[in-house]
């Protein structure tokens, strides 16, 4: 076995893949860029080995320095993660000319897999069940309306070297697949260095459901089960889950047996994927395969009980896999839910900024959390906005969904904006706890976009009886303590009305010293509420009427708290009775107005300009494209208009909210 591995990734991934070789004696090298100084990774590795510049195109990406960092620590062996280098064959081979071992499937398997034209030809060829589509290269804007034209709307352009969502493009028409041929070549040469792109076949009200499969060096392959993660946004993954609520038995075991086909075809060593897209009447179809640990590989690991990073290691040490096909059994159900930095009310744009609060849920066999952060952890510009990919585990979908939600609810983090209520909004859908899903889950349940539902009737007096709890905690730590409560020997009480949506609820509540309980009246109904922790760290984690609740709490200033429980969100405002009547005369401050102006909806760069000062714009117009985060994001005109002036330049990096131009 290896007595050290230089992990060549960062964050989250390489945190994980520590805590293996860790609990293996295995010691561990990280290596880090400049905005990574300070990352937890670095401070959780025996050695740490600097690489250079923030962006990842000179530091991560740069094959020469993880080999110098190899070379330098004398690691005998490198863990590649997902992302950066992971898919990369001219890597895998530099680690091995440079007499280290690499983590993962032969370069050769890596090369044949990680082109999509290539590997969908070779797929055919072995007999895995493939998409319609024009198997070449794209060569120009009319040979891509020829194909798709003959092929059939919608179609999907899609990066031959792609990955994670980017360098692809769903069109409906000519026009979209103008538009979409050059950003998703745009985008491929940006993330891969790589344009080329080539054009398939859209299913429609797909569901994305992949193999995970493992080879060791003798010559078994074995596949461990699928994964669910039709859950998407921009092909992006946001929640997964296995096994799958669609799949039964003889489709699981007909994917798996063509998974394991193509994966010997190419002499496939290691862990890998293979993901296919599978419409409403179970046909199935292959659609790449990641030659690479997946991000979602933790629900694999929860119902099986195997660690997959820990069999990577031994495979490529040379060891064995010392079970049998039949041997692989699925047990309970595990979900997962990508905890990005991004603001869901704002079009989902990436969110920057350092964690000013980080609490995690607490860890046990039902809740797994795997993060890069801590917190004072910055949320770059240059790097995914992960913050945590928070898991759930239960016998049943529903226990581990109700897990799930109780894990979400529990984060507490400030500094950025995140998608938390999002997520749980996602998971309280019913059409998701029936397990009816495609890729289009979120656009068909958001088609406006999200915004958090308001708290359901039935719940607010439970709420607005929290809301005048923290209130009373306030009033308790003030330098004023209990001026607005009367106070009777060991009990405290005070008469407060709670203001929701228009609404004002008459609110008794009292405290009994000797029990510690706070008792509130609201709509004649009556709340035992207790607590444990600290409410100003936004949580209350406590009990009402003896049943445990967690809710997130944020004070909004003016009395007022928002409240977060399971995906909906709500202010609530709490006053003193004979103030509350005084309320109604307080005046309301205007919002300056902005609507001629055109902000940056985050950080990012300005790569182009659509639109020159003079110009007559249109409803819906591209104004400009501003790339963050490695994806490219067109930012149109929402009402017609004439450009009166530019304030920034392509090449430009802008900050959030910063004027970009504005409109006469």
């Known amino acids: 076995m290896f007595k050290k591995i230089l992990i060549a990734n960062r964050g989250e991934i390489a945190r994980r893949i520590m805590r293996t070789a860790k609990r293996m004696g295995i010691k561990t090298v990280a290596v880090y860029s400049e905005a990574d100084i300070d990352s937890c990774h670095v401070k959780e590795a025996d050695e740490a080995v600097f690489i250079g510049p923030a962006v990842s195109s000179q530091s991560y990406l740069v094959v020469d320095k993880i080999i110098q960092a190899i070379r330098q620590t004398g690691a005998e062996a490198v863990h590649p993660g997902y992302g950066f280098l992971s898919e990369k064959a001219h890597f895998a081979s530099a680690v091995q000319q440079a007499g280290a071992v690499f983590i993962g499937p032969p370069p050769n398997s890596i090369a044949a897999m990680g082109d999509k034209i290539e590997s969908k030809k070779l797929a055919k060829k072995v007999g895995v069940s493939t998409v319609p589509g024009y198997l070449g290269e794209i060569s120009d804007e009319s040979q891509a309306t020829k194909i798709a034209q003959e092929i059939g709307y919608p179609v999907i352009v899609k990066a031959s070297a792609g990955g994670g969502g980017k360098g692809m493009r769903i069109a409906w028409n000519d026009q979209q697949l103008s538009e979409g041929l050059r950003l998703a070549r745009s985008e491929a040469k940006n993330s891969f260095a790589d344009d080329r792109v080539f054009i398939e076949k859209y299913i429609q009200q797909p569901r994305h459901i992949e193999i995970q499969i493992l080879a060791d060096k ?42 394991v086909a193509l994966a010997k075809a190419v002499g496939y060593q290691s862990a890998g994927t293979v993901e296919f897209v599978v419409d409403q009447q179970r046909n199935f179809y292959f659609l790449e395969m990641n030659t690479r640990l997946q ?64 609490q995690q849920p607490v860890v046990n066999k039902n809740i797994r959390i795997d993060s890069g952060v801590e917190e004072g952890s910055e949320i770059s510009v240059y790097y995914d906005p992960m913050i945590a990919k928070v898991c759930a585990y239960g016998d049943t979908r529903n226990e581990a969904i109700a897990y799930l939600r109780q894990a979400l609810d529990s984060f507490v983090v400030r500094g950025i904006s995140h998608n938390a209520l999002f997520l749980s909004a996602l998971l309280n859908r019913k059409k998701f706890i029936d397990g009816k899903l495609s890729t289009a889950f979120i656009q068909e349940e958001f088609p406006e976009g999200f915004q958090p539902p308001h708290h359901h009737h039935d719940t607010v007096p439970l709420l607005g009886s929290i809301a005048a709890y923290l209130y009373y905690l306030q009033e308790l730590h003030t330098y004023n303590a209990l001026s607005n409560f009367s106070k009777h020997g060991q009990h405290h009480s005070a008469d407060l009305v709670v203001f929701h949506q228009q609404q004002q609820y008459a609110i008794a509540i009292q405290k009994n010293s000797d029990s510690g309980h706070v008792k509130i009246s609201i709509e004649q109904q009556v709340f035992v509420i207790n607590h444990s922790g600290d409410t100003k760290r936004g949580l209350f984690h406590g009990t009402v009427n003896q049943q445990a609740i967690i809710v997130q709490t944020d004070y909004m200033g003016n009395n007022t708290y928002r409240l977060a429980l399971q995906g909906a969100q709500g202010d609530f405002a709490v006053y003193p009775a004979h103030i509350a009547t005084l309320r109604p005369l307080m005046p309301v401050r205007k919002m300056f107005d902005q609507s001629k102006k055109l902000t940056s909806p985050m950080p990012g760069m300005l790569t182009s300009l659509a639109v020159k000062v003079g110009d007559e714009v249109k409803l819906g117009q591209e104004l400009l494209i501003l790339e963050a985060m490695k994806m490219e994001n067109i930012i149109r005109a929402e009402r017609p208009g004439k450009i009166k002036k530019i304030h920034a330049k392509p090449g430009e990096s802008l900050a959030v909210d910063q004027i970009i131009l504005e409109f006469e």
């Open 218 to 259: 003798h010559g078994k392959t074995l596949y461990l089960g699928e994964r669910e993660c039709s859950i998407q946004r921009r092909h992006q993954k946001v929640i997964e889950e296995s096994p799958s609520p669609f799949l039964d038995e003889k489709t699981r075991r007909q994917m798996g047996e063509q998974a």
């Open 295 to 358: 991000v979602e590989h933790p629900v694999t690991e929860l119902v099986l009980g195997l660690d997959l990073v820990e069999w990577m290691i031994r495979i490529a040490a040379g060891d064995k896999i010392p079970f049998q096909q039949q041997d692989i059994r699925m047990k309970g159900w595990a979900l997962e839910a990508r905890f990005y930095a991004e603001d869901p009310q704002r079009g989902f744009l990436p969110s920057t900024g350092r964690l000013t609060t980080y």
